[in-house]
Protein backbone atom coordinates (compact mmCIF):
# COMPACT_ATOMS: atom_id res chain seq x y z
CA UNK A 1 0.00 0.00 0.00
CA UNK A 2 1.45 3.14 -1.40
CA UNK A 3 0.69 6.26 -0.01
CA UNK A 4 0.67 9.81 -2.01
CA UNK A 5 3.46 11.49 0.64
CA UNK A 6 6.22 8.12 0.32
CA UNK A 7 6.00 8.47 -3.87
CA UNK A 8 8.89 10.71 -4.99
CA UNK A 9 7.77 13.75 -6.42
CA UNK A 10 9.32 15.78 -9.11
CA UNK A 11 10.80 19.14 -7.88
CA UNK A 12 9.86 22.40 -9.83
CA UNK A 13 12.91 23.35 -12.16
CA UNK A 14 12.25 27.03 -11.22
CA UNK A 15 15.70 27.53 -9.82
CA UNK A 16 17.54 25.59 -12.76
CA UNK A 17 15.39 27.89 -15.18
CA UNK A 18 15.35 30.86 -13.84
CA UNK A 19 18.33 33.66 -13.86
CA UNK A 20 18.87 35.62 -11.19
CA UNK A 21 17.05 39.21 -12.63
CA UNK A 22 17.12 42.65 -10.65
CA UNK A 23 12.78 41.89 -10.35
CA UNK A 24 13.41 39.20 -9.11
CA UNK A 25 15.64 40.58 -6.08
CA UNK A 26 13.02 43.76 -5.80
CA UNK A 27 10.76 40.96 -5.01
CA UNK A 28 12.02 39.45 -2.65
CA UNK A 29 13.59 42.88 -0.98
CA UNK A 30 9.79 43.99 -1.05
CA UNK A 31 8.87 41.05 1.45
CA UNK A 32 11.60 41.41 3.33
CA UNK A 33 11.35 45.28 4.06
CA UNK A 34 7.51 44.72 4.69
CA UNK A 35 8.56 42.62 7.69
CA UNK A 36 11.34 44.59 8.23
CA UNK A 37 8.45 47.59 8.85
CA UNK A 38 6.28 45.77 11.33
CA UNK A 39 9.36 44.98 13.22
CA UNK A 40 10.39 48.28 13.44
CA UNK A 41 6.76 49.73 13.97
CA UNK A 42 6.64 47.24 17.06
CA UNK A 43 10.24 48.43 18.16
CA UNK A 44 9.09 51.98 18.13
CA UNK A 45 5.97 51.36 19.77
CA UNK A 46 7.47 49.71 22.59
CA UNK A 47 9.91 52.68 23.28
CA UNK A 48 7.06 55.09 23.08
CA UNK A 49 5.54 53.25 25.66
CA UNK A 50 8.74 53.04 27.91
CA UNK A 51 9.26 56.18 27.85
CA UNK A 52 5.84 56.96 28.19
CA UNK A 53 5.28 55.15 31.34
CA UNK A 54 8.47 56.65 32.60
CA UNK A 55 11.07 53.98 32.29
CA UNK A 56 13.79 55.87 30.77
CA UNK A 57 16.66 54.27 32.34
CA UNK A 58 15.15 50.51 31.55
CA UNK A 59 15.93 51.82 27.91
CA UNK A 60 18.58 54.59 27.89
CA UNK A 61 21.39 51.36 27.37
CA UNK A 62 20.37 52.00 23.59
CA UNK A 63 21.93 55.69 23.68
CA UNK A 64 25.10 55.32 25.50
CA UNK A 65 28.71 53.92 24.15
CA UNK A 66 28.97 51.64 21.53
CA UNK A 67 24.84 50.60 21.97
CA UNK A 68 24.26 53.69 20.76
CA UNK A 69 25.93 53.19 17.24
CA UNK A 70 23.75 49.77 16.96
CA UNK A 71 20.72 51.88 17.25
CA UNK A 72 21.32 54.75 14.91
CA UNK A 73 21.96 52.06 12.46
CA UNK A 74 18.91 50.61 13.07
CA UNK A 75 16.81 53.22 12.55
CA UNK A 76 18.90 54.65 9.78
CA UNK A 77 18.29 50.34 8.46
CA UNK A 78 14.95 51.22 8.95
CA UNK A 79 14.59 54.60 7.21
CA UNK A 80 15.79 52.84 4.04
CA UNK A 81 13.26 49.86 4.58
CA UNK A 82 10.31 52.10 5.05
CA UNK A 83 11.96 54.25 1.82
CA UNK A 84 12.54 51.47 -0.24
CA UNK A 85 8.88 49.74 0.85
CA UNK A 86 7.32 52.81 -0.40
CA UNK A 87 8.80 53.54 -3.59
CA UNK A 88 8.22 49.70 -4.38
CA UNK A 89 4.50 49.87 -3.97
CA UNK A 90 4.52 53.44 -5.96
CA UNK A 91 5.57 51.16 -8.89
CA UNK A 92 2.68 47.68 -8.04
CA UNK A 93 0.39 51.19 -8.04
CA UNK A 94 1.15 51.91 -11.72
CA UNK A 95 1.28 48.05 -11.75
CA UNK A 96 -2.15 48.38 -10.78
CA UNK A 97 -2.66 50.40 -14.00
CA UNK A 98 -1.76 48.35 -16.02
CA UNK A 99 1.61 50.90 -16.98
CA UNK A 100 5.50 49.59 -16.72
CA UNK A 101 5.67 45.55 -16.90
CA UNK A 102 7.80 45.41 -19.88
CA UNK A 103 10.92 43.22 -19.11
CA UNK A 104 13.59 45.46 -19.54
CA UNK A 105 12.05 48.74 -18.19
CA UNK A 106 11.01 46.77 -15.02
CA UNK A 107 14.42 45.68 -13.90
CA UNK A 108 15.69 48.95 -14.70
CA UNK A 109 13.15 50.28 -12.47
CA UNK A 110 13.90 47.90 -10.06
CA UNK A 111 17.93 48.91 -9.52
CA UNK A 112 16.44 52.89 -10.00
CA UNK A 113 14.33 51.78 -7.01
CA UNK A 114 17.12 49.73 -4.47
CA UNK A 115 19.58 52.61 -5.63
CA UNK A 116 17.18 55.36 -5.57
CA UNK A 117 15.88 54.77 -1.42
CA UNK A 118 19.11 55.77 -0.31
CA UNK A 119 18.30 59.18 -0.94
CA UNK A 120 15.40 59.88 1.05
CA UNK A 121 17.59 58.10 3.97
CA UNK A 122 20.19 60.29 3.09
CA UNK A 123 18.58 63.62 3.30
CA UNK A 124 16.94 62.67 6.23
CA UNK A 125 19.59 61.31 8.37
CA UNK A 126 21.97 64.07 6.75
CA UNK A 127 19.51 66.56 8.44
CA UNK A 128 18.78 65.13 11.52
CA UNK A 129 22.93 65.25 12.55
CA UNK A 130 22.49 69.24 12.16
Do not use: C
Not at 75 to 95: D, M, P
Amino acid sequence: MSSEWSDPRPMSPHLQVWRWHATMASSILHRATGVANYVGAVAIAVWIILLAVGAESSIGFLFEGWMAWVTRFGLIALTYSVSYHWLNGLRHLFWDFGKGYDAKGSNQRSILIMIGAVIPTALLWLNLGN
